[in-house]
């Protein structure tokens, strides 16, 4: 593809992600060869079970592969430890997920400014980036309430505030429409697609929905715990 | 980052508050109990220091026969001591100051209607010295009254209960057959260390009881007061050495009499009584360690509530360190502040019951800052096996956490 010589961001080579062992084993990723470069979007689909998510964890360091090697920006991750991928992720990856995962009973503003405690940024620099945040979502007037007072899209959009908090070179959407009805999740898609064109955000999303895989400029297709096929949608492609 | 998570700490405590409150209930009440024993622990010891004080640290008390524990057996009753006895006492020992004889029995007085059952006791001027008790109203017995005149002289509690607000002095009183005038009132002095009240009793004059209402002279008990600067050890020693003799116990035979001093009793007493108080504090130490291990089961339920909460921290780039400090900061703050509520509800406690019990009021600083100490201890322990428990898990098995 296009700059083909430029480092990719993300690479997997060879990544295996075997659970449980002997009768109950399954090959959750089994040899899945990736890469993605920075300011992509990647859409990645498949059927249940074909190790979407499992990919994902893994290039997102929440999960370790059993075999393989995983670059990220150049630096083999297999190599670092607890810590240094926890320092990993508080750097360069912002979440999104499905069940949006926000914290109970904390308001909007707080949960967007997890990230940023970790970072170690001052309490007031912090509250104003995480209204940044916020209003990138267009959330702004809700940062006081709590994801119980919001609805699904508005949970979605904290939780995607979050994500762009850290500043993250990465963001890393498992399913992140996948609780939501079609209007919202063109709006939540349109977000994204805003933040990789505008800000030059890398986003890799899992997704179930063809209309939502065309949001992104390429789309890699998994079966079975291996990519089946990898090409350019035709947004994409144009 | 410290004070970070320690605010962080403290909202995560608020963000439910009655959960938070439930979980260190146990420490509270344990650290209240643990407060409120010791604390009336050691107001009910001073109390009994100086009632002992008042009583007279530097009085003896002889009985004819050995104290034993249990009930006498017949046959060894010893012989009582005589009014001879008593003169001897004071006058050939240096050591002691005044000697008085003492006779008890329990009689009912009559006056007007009113008739009431108290102690009566016969005894002489020496009695009131001997014992540092003065007369608040009226006067003692003269020299010709103690040749056995029927006068009194009533302990507060008598005159209350027979003439109400009247005045007493110059009244007469029954006691048996006896019609006796009132001449004086004593000094109250409230309730002794054994509960019982001192101001209910009668005194007459020591003739006067033995002829009229005992009707032997014998003495039953002879009560010493010591001189200045005479150790309680000689005193003992130089009036067991003089009864010896009088009573003719030969060397190697036991006495067949009784020497106690208020400092064995006192001694007896606060043993008595920091026995009490160190069984009660253990109970409630039990309650303490109870409380602590209810915190660590409600913080081991928390981390699983709050696998999920701990997958997010750790997605967003918190360390396991952090994971860990966070809980353990969590749950100290949270036995801390329970602590703190357990001191403040049992100095309260220790307070109503000094009130209750009228025993001074005594706050031991060494014994609160242990009780605190002890309950972030118990934070800090208890507080840790959960926090790793947290602190270990992989972000991606939190984050699945349903
Ligand atoms: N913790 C686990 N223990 C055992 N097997 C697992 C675990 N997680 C995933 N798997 C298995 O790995 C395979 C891939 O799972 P994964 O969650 O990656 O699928 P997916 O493509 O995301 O599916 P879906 O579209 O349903 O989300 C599945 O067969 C699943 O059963
Ligand atoms: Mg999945």
Not at chain 1, 26 to 55: C, H, N, Q, Y
Not at chain 2, 7 to 24: C, D, E, G, H, Y
Not at chain 2, 42 to 59: F, H, I, P, Y
Not at chain 2, 299 to 312: A, F, K
Request: glycine share 10%; hydrophobic share 45%; with cysteine.
């Amino acid at each position: 593809m296009q700059n083909s010589k430029v480092t990719p961001l993300i690479s997997l080579r060879g990544i295996t992600r075997v659970y449980g062992m002997g009768e109950a084993e399954v090959r959750a990723l089994d040899g899945v060869d990736l890469d993605v470069k920075a300011g992509e979007f990647v859409a990645i689909m498949g059927p249940s079970g074909s190790g979407k998510s499992t990919a994902m964890n893994v290039m997102g360091c929440l999960d370790s592969p059993t075999s393989g090697q995983y670059h990220f920006n150049g630096v083999e991750v297999a190599g670092l430890d607890q810590d240094q991928r926890a320092l990993l992720r508080r750097h360069y990856l912002g979440f999104i997920f499905q069940g949006y995962n926000l914290l109970p009973r904390t308001s909007a503003l707080q949960n967007v400014e997890l990230p940023l405690i970790y970072k170690g940024v001052r309490r007031d620099e912090r509250e104003a980036r995480a209204l940044e945040a916020l209003d990138k979502v267009g959330l702004a007037e809700r940062a006081h309430h709590d994801p119980s007072e919001l609805s699904g899209g508005q949970q979605q959009r904290v939780a995607i505030a979050r994500a762009l908090a850290g500043d993250p070179k990465v963001i890393l959407a498992d399913e992140p429409t996948g609780n939501l009805d079609t209007k919202r999740s063109s709006e939540i898609m349109e977000l994204m697609q805003a933040l990789n064109r505008e800000e030059g955000l890398t986003i890799v999303m899992v997704t179930h929905e063809e209309d939502m895989a065309e949001y992104a400029d390429r789309l890699i297709w998994m079966v079975d715990g291996k990519v089946a096929f990898d090409r350019a949608t035709q947004k994409g492609g144009k | 980052m410290l004070w970070e998570t320690f605010k962080l700490a403290l909202q995560a405590i608020l963000r439910n508050p009655m959960r938070s409150f439930l979980t260190v209930l146990g420490v509270v009440i344990g650290v209240a109990a643990v407060i409120a024993m010791v604390t009336i622990g050691a107001g009910s010891s001073a109390q009994v220091t100086s009632d002992v004080e008042t009583l007279g640290a530097k009085r003896l008390m002889l009985t004819p026969g050995q104290a034993r524990m249990g009930p006498s057996s017949p046959g060894t009753t010893a012989r009582a001591f005589d009014l001879g006895d008593v003169d001897q006492l004071e006058s050939e020992l240096s050591s002691i100051a005044t000697a008085a004889p003492a006779a008890s029995g329990q009689q009912v007085v009559v006056y007007g209607n009113e008739n009431y059952r108290t102690t009566v006791t016969g005894t002489d001027g020496r009695y009131l010295l001997a014992s540092e008790w003065e007369i608040a109203s009226g006067r003692k017995f003269t020299s010709a009254e103690e040749r056995g005149r029927s006068v009194c002289i009533l302990g507060q509690t008598v005159v209350d209960e027979l003439f109400a607000t009247a005045d007493p002095i110059g009244e007469d009183i029954r006691i048996k057959s006896l019609s006796c005038e009132v001449i004086g009132v004593l000094e109250a002095k409230g309730a002794s260390s054994f509960g019982t009240d001192q101001d209910d009793l009668i005194l007459m004059p020591f003739k006067t009881y033995a002829r009229r209402i005992a009707g032997s002279s014998d003495v039953p008990m002879i009560y010493l007061a010591m001189r200045d600067g005479v150790s309680t050890d000689r005193a003992i020693s130089d009036v067991s050495a003089l009864l010896r003799e009088i009573r003719r116990v030969r060397p190697g035979e036991t006495d067949d009499f009784t020497v106690r001093s208020m400092e064995q009793l006192a001694t007896m007493l606060s043993g008595i009584n920091s026995v009490l108080t160190g069984l009660l504090s253990a109970v409630a130490a039990v309650s303490l360690l109870v409380g602590g291990i209810g915190i660590m089961n409600i913080m081991l339920v928390s981390v699983t509530e709050r696998t999920r909460e701990i997958g997010i921290r750790m997605a967003v780039g918190a360390q396991a360190g952090q994971v860990l400090l966070q809980f353990l900061v969590e749950a100290i703050v949270l036995s801390a502040l329970g602590g703190a509520l357990g001191i403040v509800l049992g100095l309260g406690l220790a307070a109503v019951g000094a009130q209750l019990l009228s025993i001074p009021f005594i706050p031991d600083l060494s014994i609160i800052a242990l009780a605190f100490a002890f309950s972030a201890v118990v934070g800090v322990v208890f507080g840790y096996f959960p926090a790793r428990a947290a602190a270990r898990l992989d972000p991606i098995e939190a984050l699945r956490h349903q």
